[in-house]
């Protein structure tokens, strides 16, 4: 099994910045691509930013130019830099990883979600 813990999340102001955490630990794993989600009030769960194992980004395009992904393998940590927060960016993120464990076949794991909240 592989477990996903985001931090980070919180309240910020429009215009203003966060900076999003999400480590995975287990035993015998290997992890390929991470990413974040969002699921904004009243919404469905929706992509924000993914970064293979080789660091290839992709964004959506609300979120081009503001945020950017990050992955430290040593540490099997992906990390969201969001700048200029806009109230749309509203929601709880989650993280998502595919991963191979010696016991499973590779699946996608999802963290708990951490909720941001930007006021305007």
């Known amino acids: 099994q592989v477990q996903l813990v985001e931090s980070g999340g919180g309240l910020a102001q429009a215009g203003g910045s966060l900076r999003l955490s999400c480590a995975a630990s287990?035993?015998?794993?290997?992890?390929?691509?991470m990413g974040w989600y969002r699921q904004p009030p009243g919404k469905q769960r929706e992509l924000v930013a993914g970064i293979t194992s080789a660091g290839k980004t992709h964004y959506a395009d609300s979120v081009k130019g503001r945020f950017t992904i990050s992955r430290d393998n040593a540490k099997n940590t992906v990390y969201l830099q969001m700048n200029s927060l806009k109230p749309e960016d509203t929601g709880v993120y989650y993280c998502?990883?595919?991963?191979?464990?010696?016991?499973?076949?590779?699946?996608?794991?999802w963290g708990q979600g951490t909720q941001v909240t930007v006021s305007s």
């Open positions: 998502n990883a595919g991963a191979n464990t010696t016991m499973s076949a590779y699946r996608a794991y």
């Open positions: 287990g035993s015998d794993f290997s992890i390929d691509a």
